[in-house]
């Protein structure tokens, strides 16, 4: 089998003197040459240790035979950008950093590539890279980062701010929050974006089997990335090892059935079906909606469960997920290792694996002093915390294409309930509004044109905290809107509302004191009265369909420069915003 990169000498006679510049012997230039992609830099926690990673995935590279090409494309951080106008620069940077990977690989071609990202857009814009590319590949997830003291983690940081600002606590103790929320490197410590992606892609089946979400700090993952680095090696030359060989439906729906079982983001319902879309596979909301109904959720890690994500890997991370759902999911899916689903967990059995797990579950108890077994963090499935996944897709006259809701951080209330409109057309004007008492319980809270042409689709972070820090207010209203949350987000939020405001969507045309009914169950978003009266659902089409008549699309936000370009070819939330040229 003729290496590309081998071919590739050939073709141009400018490489070998050009990379012999850069560092490479003329020894280097016959082996099997792997492109190493990472979102290293000094952006955040989850990027800052990388170059840790492709060191041991370089010296894995050369064990093996190869030779290992560092590339760099550095991810930011929600978490940073979150309240500013930064934020609404995450979503189409997902994009930038697969357009990138693509360029990176295809200007000059490699027999195989390794991916390392940790966080939010890093890890999905990597998979969208690695499936265009569509070389053999494995992705090594960067970890997650360590619980501080009294397990203190960064999605607590909303409420801190948010009982602040209430004049709850003092700013001597919203310091010692910001100081010890993150000790370490690594993705924040709850099941967020950043750790559902990591997840996701060992679901997928294109990182090694355990390594998602390992703590960043343990020498485990260093043996994981050196691991991956002998892997590719070894998958140059295999036959069936492209992404687009192992990836099909199947391992979709099996990453679906896992996002269900550890309550992941909402955002993966973003992610998931853009990287879909490289593969040529369509993923929408409705897929999650099914696989997810009925699904038992296991996970009791924040933000929905107790726990910190530390814990998930001394519990047995994804393989024991798998394994309490395994009756449902595709065992004979391929994964990078060159075997099935199936194969790899029984092989992990078969090892020491899930003792390593447990001597680190011991030594977190000891940090702490508690005494958590795997049950308490990994439920068996005839236990578990819920029976109906974690998220449902909403649909009504409000939201014609859907939006979505995480019923497991939801209160009970509010599954089903009339609520009265007060829509805001920024999210900076509704968490004023939040904060000076100026929402009253039973109000449905809007905020649009927060959605990809609208202004990006940042997360309404902020907002959904001082509401679901708010004792009355989080159990008595709801936040809706075309935008999206943090996975950190709890309460009464939906997200995603689709077709978005700025496409002139139905969310747009609400007006204060129309009659908003919430139903989780029956999975259904509608306008069911005007001014507080109840009308028909004839009347209400009469009346919305007067009402865009006189609607007018907004001037455009942005002018120049990559967001513009992301509001004018973004599709639309429920199919994942991605770019569509």
């Not at 290496?3 to 990379?19: F, G, H, V, W, Y």
């Not at 064990?63 to 290992?68: F, I, K, N, R, S």
């Not at 397990?151 to 010890?180: H, P």
Request: hydrophobic share 40%; charged share 25%.
């Amino acid at each position: 089998m003729e290496l590309i990169s081998q071919k590739m000498r050939t073709l141009a006679p400018e490489l070998d003197p050009l990379r012999i510049g850069t560092g490479w012997t003329p020894e280097d230039l016959a082996k099997p040459q792997v492109m190493i992609e990472s979102t290293f830099g000094d952006s955040h926690p989850g990027s800052g240790h990388l170059d840790i990673l492709v060191e041991e995935v370089r010296k894995g590279i050369e064990e093996a035979g190869g030779h290992g090409a560092r590339y760099f494309c550095t991810d930011i951080c929600d978490g940073e950008s979150q309240g500013t106008d930064g934020i609404n620069y995450s979503l189409v940077s997902r994009e930038m950093i697969a357009n990138m990977i693509e360029i990176h690989a295809n200007a000059t071609p490699f027999d195989a590539g390794v991916y390392l990202s940790s966080c939010d857009k890093g890890l999905p814009g990597n998979l969208m890279g690695l499936a265009r590319v569509d070389i053999p590949a494995v992705v090594v997830p960067g970890g997650t980062m360590n619980a501080g003291p009294d397990m203190l983690t960064l999605e607590q940081l909303g409420m801190y701010s948010a009982k602040y600002q209430r004049g709850e606590i003092d700013e001597e103790k919203l310091n010692w929050a910001k100081c010890n929320a993150c000790p370490s490197c690594g993705a924040c410590s709850f099941i967020g974006t950043a750790s559902t992606m990591q997840i996701m892609a060992e679901a997928l089946g294109l990182a090694l089997p355990g390594s998602a979400l390992m703590p960043a700090t343990s020498p485990d993952l260093l043996q994981f990335a050196r691991k991956a680095g002998r892997r590719t090696v070894e998958m140059a030359t295999e036959p069936g090892m492209k992404p687009s060989e192992i990836v099909t439906m199947k391992s979709f729906e099996n990453a679906i059935l896992v996002h269900a079982a550890v309550s992941g983001s909402t955002n993966c319902l973003l992610h998931i079906p853009a990287i879909a879309h490289e593969f040529g596979i369509e993923i929408t909301g409705d897929t999650f909606d099914r696989l997810h109904r009925n699904a038992r959720y296991l996970l009791d890690v924040r933000p929905a469960g107790r726990w910190p994500a530390e814990v998930f890997y001394y519990a047995g991370g994804v393989p024991a997920i798998m394994e309490e759902i395994k009756a449902h999911l595709h065992l004979d899916v391929m994964t990078v290792t060159g075997k099935t689903l199936g194969e790899n967990l029984e092989e992990l059995k078969r090892g020491d694996f899930y003792e390593r797990c447990e001597t680190w579950l011991h030594a977190f108890n000891e940090r702490y002093g508690v005494a958590l077994k795997k049950e308490d963090i990994i439920r068996p499935y005839d236990q578990a915390i819920g029976t109906d996944g974690s998220i449902a897709i909403l649909r009504g006259n409000l939201a014609p294409e859907g939006a979505v809701i995480k019923h497991t951080a939801c209160p009970k209330e509010m599954f089903k309930a009339v609520l009265t409109a007060r829509p805001f057309d920024s999210e900076e004007e509704c968490l004023d509004a939040v904060l000076k008492h100026k929402v009253q319980k039973g109000d449905a809270v809007f905020i649009r044109y927060e959605g990809p042409k609208g202004s990006g689709m940042p997360e309404m972070f902020y907002t959904s905290e001082a509401i679901s820090s708010d004792k009355e207010l989080g159990r008595s209203i709801a936040l809706i809107t075309d935008g999206r949350f943090s996975g950190a987000s709890t309460g009464p939020v939906i997200g995603h509302c689709s077709p978005e405001a700025a496409d002139g969507g139905p969310i747009a045309l609400v007006e204060e004191g129309d009659l908003i009914e919430i139903d989780v169950m029956e999975r259904k978003l509608d306008i069911i009265g005007i001014r507080g009266e109840r009308k028909t659902p004839e009347e209400i089409e009469m009346i919305l369909a007067e009402r865009r008549k006189n609607w007018k699309p907004r001037e455009k936000k942005y002018k120049k420069g990559v967001l513009r370009m992301f509001s004018e070819h973004a599709v639309s939330p429920m199919k994942g915003a991605y770019l569509d040229y």
